[in-house]
T-cell receptor, first 114, second 110 residues
Framework: DAMVIQNPRYQVTQFGKPVTLSCSQT?????MYWYQQKSSQAPKLLFHYYDKDFNNEADTPDNFQSRRPNTSFCFLDIRSPGLGDAAMYLC?????????????FGSGTQLSVL | GQQVMQIPQYQHVQEGEDFTTYCNSS?????IQWYKQRPGGHPVFLIQ?????EVKKQKRLTFQFGEAKKNSSLHITATQTTDVGTYFC??????????FGKGTRLSVIA
């Protein structure tokens, strides 16, 4: 029944070693979001895709990239992870991206940087 | 840019006591949503408010949207240990992604 699936649940990487997090959805939603959530903080939007259109938040570091090869899948690439990038990364979807839609979140990937 | 402030940051209550968290926006909102995140979990949608002055109830939870559509509250009556978690409000002023408040972490002491 899982609708937004994130893999892996936990990811450990080394300082500066590229890492990719994945998200898939079975809802056929047009919009996919990536949020970064640090301990005891609110989810912070990094970017989102409306279909194939990429929308980057102004304060998202260049170190973070994203790919959406098809409707179902979206990837978050961290090119050179730093210690400050250790966080929970949440993928979410909505059908059309209008502000009155609820977000469907995946279970998240907890990233550790050693 | 749009900001959503939420207070308090933490709340510890005895089981059976009431709990309220408050949310304020720097701009007029078109709607506000509330999410609950259990420890170690992901945010789960609770409810959406759209109309000025709207009040909605879900069992022991009461949600309000201010007349000016710039503030909102979540009130839990007679808290239970299952209410433990962080409650986030999230709002938008139009067809832009939701902006989340910092959340209120609720602890319930049995």
């Amino acid at each position: 029944d899982a609708m937004v699936i994130q893999n892996p649940r936990y990811q450990v990487t080394q300082f500066g070693k590229p890492v990719t997090l994945s998200c898939s959805q079975t809802l056929n939603h047009n919009v996919m979001y990536w949020y970064q959530q640090k301990s005891s903080q609110a989810p912070k939007l990094l970017f989102h895709y409306y279909d194939k259109d990429f929308n980057n938040e102004a304060d998202t570091p260049d170190n973070f990239q994203s790919r959406r090869p098809n409707t179902s899948f979206c990837f978050l690439d961290i090119r050179s992870p730093g210690l400050g990038d250790a966080a929970m990364y949440l993928c979410a979807t909505t059908l059309t991206g209008f502000g009155n839609e609820k977000l469907f979140f995946g279970s998240g990937t907890q990233l550790s940087v050693l | 840019g749009q900001q959503v402030m939420q207070i308090p940051q933490y709340q510890h209550v005895q089981e059976g006591e009431d709990f309220t968290t408050y949310c304020n926006s720097s701009t007029t909102l078109s709607n506000i949503q509330w999410y609950k995140q259990r420890p170690g979990g992901h945010p789960v949608f609770l409810i959406q408010l759209v109309k000025s002055g709207e009040v909605k109830k879900q069992k022991r939870l009461t949600f309000q949207f201010g007349e000016a559509k710039k503030n909102s509250s979540l009130h839990i009556t007679a808290t239970q240990t299952t209410d433990v978690g962080t409650y986030f409000c999230a709002g938008t002023s139009g067809n832009t992604p939701l902006v989340f408040g910092k959340g209120t972490r609720l602890s319930v002491i049995a």
